[in-house]
């Protein structure tokens, strides 16, 4: 159910041609009809060829960003994505735990697509230790997933495994998606007492730039309209698939996922 009062948050990088990042956050937000709001961490010269250069912004600016929202519209749900260096992560975490927000979804965002290293490489504890614990779900791929936990995963025990590792790093649910692996598309949802299966025959399309960002801000988006992780994550998913499915070529390279299919003739 389409809402565009409920607010809601990205706090990410900038990709200035559109299809991934802050953009796509707020095309997600847009589509799946909830009120997007914006917390630029890093600014990327991108394109759909690759990532060209990279400018973080200053722990200063960001922090007062988020103090600025916060201070005055007030979001259901956020998420985080591109956090390049320790101060960056630093500063998020000391400023959101003054607002205390309940459902934080974290997309551990490392390496684009295209190859490109977005997370540097001292930031990768800090990410683990400080922010990891304050998210309601943390959604890596498998790549990712990896790297927090340093277990190399073949197959769907590993991912159960390497799952319940980060969920005793203290988020509430980790969204493991298995994209990377051989065979049908499995996703796991893990928590406490929860083990998900979400299976899905595996179509490969050529333009799919953004679709880590676009789960999540998706995820962000429901969890702010009120449905639970379960449904949450399974409408999302939906999205997600049908986003692909339409995806078209614009540009010389990977192509974006299409936020908004249901409006073509
Ligand atoms: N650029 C920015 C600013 C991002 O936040 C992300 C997020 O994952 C990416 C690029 C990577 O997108 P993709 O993996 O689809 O290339």
Redo the contacts with the bound molecule.
Sequence with gaps: MRNYKVPTLTI????SSG????Q?DLKTFSAIGTYGMSVIT?I?A?NTQG?LDVEDLSGKIIRKQIEAVFNDIYPKALKI??VSNPEIILEIVSTLKKYNPKFIVL?P?M????G?C?LKKEAKDSLIKHLIPIAYVVTPNIPEAEEISGQKINNLEDMKNVGEKILNLGPKYVLMKGGHLEGDAIDVLIGKDTFEIYKENRFNRKN??????TLSSAITSHLALGYDIFESVKLSKKYITEAITHSFDIGKG?GPVNHFYEFED
């Design positions: 990410a990088g900038s990709d299809g991934a990042g802050i796509a890093a990327t991108q990532v994505g591109m997309d965002v390496i684009s697509k295209s490109y977005l799919t730039h953004g679709t880590g960002c990977v």
